[in-house]
């Protein structure tokens, strides 16, 4: 039911930044939420999450460099993406870890320039 979309990809030289929304079609506050990645010819991975209580966690290849965070009150989380490396280059997807299954966005594309 609930619907998630990506935006904020685009491209960016390296060392710089970048901000992705995503927006979700109902309410957010009851869900964990992600952020994934998935490069050309490699499995999806995980780059951060947050807890429904504002806990996160990064994937190692991101930690010190990207924040999560969520507003609540606007269904949306965010991730920053600063010291931006060309490794970053990959579609960035949203997640929230909705029952019975979790729910994706469609993904939005970074590309990250040398």
């Known amino acids: 039911q609930v619907q998630l979309v990506e935006s904020g990809g685009g491209l960016v030289q390296a060392g710089g930044s970048l901000r992705l929304s995503c927006v979700a079609s109902?309410?957010?506050?009851?869900?964990?939420m992600g952020w994934y990645r998935q490069a050309p010819g490699k499995q999806r991975e995980l780059v951060a999450t947050i807890t429904v209580t504002g806990g996160r966690n990064y994937g190692d290849s991101v930690k010190g460099r990207f924040t999560i965070s969520r507003d609540n009150a606007k269904n949306t989380v965010y991730l920053q993406m600063n010291s931006m490396k060309p490794e970053d280059t990959a579609v960035y997807y949203c997640?929230?870890?909705?029952?019975?299954?979790?729910?994706w966005g469609q993904g939005t594309q970074v590309t990250v320039s040398s």
């Open positions: 997640n929230a870890a909705s029952w019975p299954t979790p729910t």
């Open positions: 109902g309410s957010i506050s009851l869900n964990d």
